[in-house]
């Protein structure tokens, strides 16, 4: 999987997960019932948004869903996939596109790319995926030659570029392929009004997707030698990251132009996780909601400088007590702690949980808690991780632990807000404005997204 757009399950909420999902296992579908098996591959979290923003605009058509069959990557579960003519498009842009990132690759003789024999084989199988796109993109009334025409000109583009080239010369002709693939979800729709604004968040698009990119392997390219577009042209990060600010506004204004039916989804991911991908890109956070951040920190920032010593007391060393925030009590114990007192309702003394007279503690047998499940034995449990780790549920669905049997998140989750509830509500029906029962704003949070 690849794609600057990659939501956190928790802040997409139930409702949008399950869209996401839909269309994500569609695109991949889509691809082995065009292209055979290998085609698969090319599954990408950006091609999917073709897809979505199709039936943003038609709405749920019959025969718009189907239901797929298990799968490894779904844990063995079935599940409703998108199913039409927006799954097939995305395919056929996600074939042409990948063909273009193998070629790149192969020019920058990228690992074994840069043994002979494997760089023919590549070159081999982006032709194919050329003309596999084309095909399907033919049958929908796309041209993927446009596609390709970006393609051609960006290796040219590139090969002129120096320092002093504007980095949006670069950019141009991704912003073309997206725009065009973006306008033709209206056509398939059969709104042809929403072409001009989709071409413009394409472009916008496509402009932030070249843009992240060359941020994240600035780095690694500068240590291999490969070319990378601010590198060569100059472009200090602060100025790649006005334009992509300058992106996210552009989308969020072009979306807003566009009519749907229920854009929820397309505005959540358009323009709420787009600006995650951009934070998180720069290094500059990712949800305000974090419950703790990579400092250690609660989601609320840093604290004041100066308040609070390493190690997470920011009680420590004030008051007579050496840490104790509440000063007036007694040394070796705060308000709820051990001494003189005997316990608190937080402490050991017989005032606390278990105390006499004190109901038993909440939790796991607990009064109104499910008795919890005992562990697994080594052996039970070396079969049940056996099985999670062949059917992908370790890394792909919930699921038990396989010897605690408490409940785990998928490794391939990298939640990054823990449980961040930003804009589980947004259902908006018409770009930014409005939710799809008719009434309110897109939001319930106060994420700044800047939508209203």
């Known amino acids: 999987m690849f794609g600057i757009v990659r939501p956190c399950a928790h802040r997409l909420g139930e409702r949008f997960k399950t869209e996401w999902t839909a269309h994500l296992c569609g695109l991949c579908l889509a691809l082995r019932g065009d292209h055979g098996q290998f085609a698969r591959i090319v599954t990408n979290y950006d091609g999917l948004l073709i897809s979505v923003l199709t039936e943003a605009q038609s709405g749920p058509a019959p025969g718009a869903r189907?239901?797929?069959?298990p799968c490894p990557l779904r844990g063995?579960?079935?599940?409703?996939?998108?199913?039409?003519?927006?799954?097939?498009l995305a395919a056929a842009v996600s074939l042409v596109l990948a063909s273009a990132k193998v070629r790149d690759h192969v020019a920058d003789r990228d690992g074994l790319l840069a043994r002979a024999p494997i760089a023919a084989a590549a070159r081999r199988v982006?032709?194919?995926?050329?003309?596999?796109?084309?095909?399907?993109?033919?049958?929908?009334?796309?041209?993927?030659?446009?596609?390709l025409d970006a393609v051609d000109r960006q290796t040219d583009i590139e090969a002129l570029a120096g320092t002093g080239t504007p980095v949006l010369v670069v950019t141009e002709p991704t912003e073309t392929a997206t725009a065009a693939a973006f306008a033709h979800t209206a056509s398939l729709a059969g709104r042809p009004g929403n072409a001009a604004p989709l071409a413009e968040a394409g472009r916008y698009f496509g402009r932030l997707a070249h843009l992240l990119d060359a941020v994240e392997d600035q780095a690694a390219d500068a240590e291999k030698g490969a070319w990378n577009p601010l590198t060569a042209t100059g472009t200090p990060l602060a100025e790649a990251r006005r334009l992509c600010d300058d992106a996210l506004h552009g989308i969020r204004l072009a979306l807003q132009e566009v009519e749907f039916v229920d854009g929820g989804l397309a505005h959540r991911l358009l323009v709420h996780e787009l600006r995650t991908s951009v934070d998180r890109a720069f290094g500059t956070g990712s949800c305000r909601h974090t419950a703790v951040n990579a400092a250690g920190q609660?989601?609320?920032?840093?604290?004041?400088?100066?308040?609070?010593?390493?190690?997470?007391?920011?009680?420590?060393?004030?008051?007579?007590?050496?840490?104790?925030p509440y000063g007036g009590n007694p040394p070796g114990g705060g308000p709820y702690g051990g001494g003189p007192y005997g316990g608190g309702p937080y402490g050991g003394g017989p005032g606390g949980p278990g105390g006499p007279g004190m109901p038993?503690?909440?939790?796991?047998?607990?009064?109104?808690?499910p008795p919890q499940k005992p562990r697994r034995g080594l052996l039970a449990g070396c079969a049940v991780a056996v099985g999670l780790f062949c059917t992908c549920q370790l890394c792909c669905?919930?699921?038990?632990?396989?010897?605690?049997?408490?409940?785990?998140?998928?490794?391939?989750?990298?939640?990054?807000?823990?449980?961040c509830s930003c804009c589980r509500s947004c259902s908006s029906s018409s770009g930014g404005g409005?939710?799809?029962?008719?009434?309110?704003?897109?939001?319930?949070?106060?994420?700044?997204?800047?939508c209203s």
Do not use: I
Request: proline share 10%.
């Open 397 to 419: 669905t919930d699921h038990e632990g396989p010897w605690s049997r408490k409940k785990r998140d998928p490794w391939c989750d990298a939640c990054e807000c823990c449980d």
């Open 126 to 147: 982006a032709r194919g995926w050329d003309r596999a796109g084309a095909r399907t993109g033919a049958s929908l009334g796309f041209d993927t030659a446009v596609l």
């Open 360 to 369: 038993p503690p909440m939790g796991p047998g607990g009064p109104g808690m």
């Open 76 to 88: 063995m579960r079935t599940a409703a996939v998108a199913n039409g003519e927006g799954a097939r």
């Open 434 to 450: 409005g939710d799809a029962g008719g009434g309110g704003g897109c939001c319930d949070c106060n994420c700044d997204c800047g």
């Open 298 to 324: 609660g989601g609320f920032g840093a604290p004041p400088q100066g308040y609070g010593p390493p190690g997470g007391n920011p009680y420590g060393g004030h008051g007579p007590h050496g840490g104790n």
């Open 66 to 69: 189907r239901t797929a069959g």
